[in-house]
């Protein structure tokens, strides 16, 4: 195969491509959207404040951890803490997609760095491993579809929460950890997976039994990273799937 580049996308059909590869994206990611704004608000934000903090932090599983330690009436110090370490990936997919956005001008790498979630991640690297340079036009097509949905659909889930008295007779608040389990089960095929499962899940029960919420949550976190160091995978090769290596 060539290593000549390929030509990037340009003008706003560019644009259009990024959006429609996001569809799915908007499809799936858009009824948690709608449920982190009605949990916000049954945890005491307004329509308001549930809105800004998807505006401002952008980041689903790390929005749901901060909305839960918020009704457990946390420090802030650890809620902010709890969100950097939810979100750290996101410094691991910057400085892996950074070569790609290296052309762009300081303010368009910010403002691409804001808006990168995984699946944004995932096309970038699937359009620069085809040979094409990444467009900004065309990332900010695939980027802008989904902050644009997540964030009006996490205001219609806060306005519709505050119609109902108690979100929480919905049983809503199940499908919270129904998403974690999805977050989860997605890295299944990674080296250690299951053993890092299991201590992580012993380790989060003994501390919830005896230090308490959430610290449960970190201590559990901390037990899996301490084992993923221990057994590195290229002792192990427990659940090893050649085609997630790096």
């Keep these: 195969m060539s290593t000549e580049a390929i030509p990037a996308r340009s003008g706003s059909s560019?644009?259009?491509?990024g959006a429609r590869?996001?569809?799915?994206v908007v499809v799936a990611s858009g009824p948690f959207a709608a449920l982190f704004g009605a949990i916000a608000v049954d945890n005491g934000f307004s329509v308001f404040e549930a809105f800004l903090m998807s505006a401002s932090v952008f980041g689903g599983a790390s929005q749901m951890v901060g909305i839960e330690l918020f009704g457990h009436h946390v420090?802030?110090?650890?809620?902010?803490?709890?969100?950097?370490?939810?979100?750290?990936?996101?410094v691991l997919y910057s400085a892996a997609i950074g070569r790609s956005l290296s052309h762009w001008s300081a303010p368009k790498q910010a403002i691409a760095y804001f808006l990168l979630t995984d699946p944004q991640?995932?096309?970038?690297e699937s359009e620069?491993?085809?040979?094409?340079?990444?467009?900004?036009?065309?990332?900010?097509?695939?980027?802008?579809?989904v902050y644009f949905f997540w964030n009006v659909l996490t205001l219609a889930g806060a306005i519709a929460g505050t119609f109902i008295?108690?979100?929480?007779?919905?049983?809503?608040?199940?499908?919270?950890?129904?998403?974690?389990?999805?977050?989860?089960?997605?890295?299944?095929?990674?080296p250690l997976w299951l053993p890092i499962v299991i201590v992580s899940g012993i380790a989060s029960i003994i501390a919830y039994k005896t230090v308490g919420?959430?610290?449960?949550?970190?201590?559990?976190?901390?037990a899996g990273v301490a084992l993923a160091v221990i057994l590195p995978p290229s002792r192990s090769g427990i659940g090893v799937d050649p085609e997630h290596m790096p």
């Design 21 to 24: 590869l996001s569809i799915p």
């Design 128 to 145: 620069a491993q085809s040979g094409r340079k990444v467009s900004f036009v065309w990332y900010m097509g695939a980027a802008l579809t």
């Design 213 to 222: 919420s959430p610290w449960h949550v970190s201590l559990g976190a901390l």
């Design 75 to 90: 420090a802030p110090w650890l809620i902010v803490l709890s969100i950097f370490a939810v979100n750290f990936r996101h």
């Design 165 to 190: 008295p108690d979100t929480s007779a919905l049983g809503i608040d199940f499908l919270l950890p129904i998403y974690f389990l999805g977050l989860v089960m997605d890295f299944r095929k990674r």
């Design 121 to 124: 991640y995932a096309f970038a």
């Design 14 to 17: 560019a644009f259009w491509q």
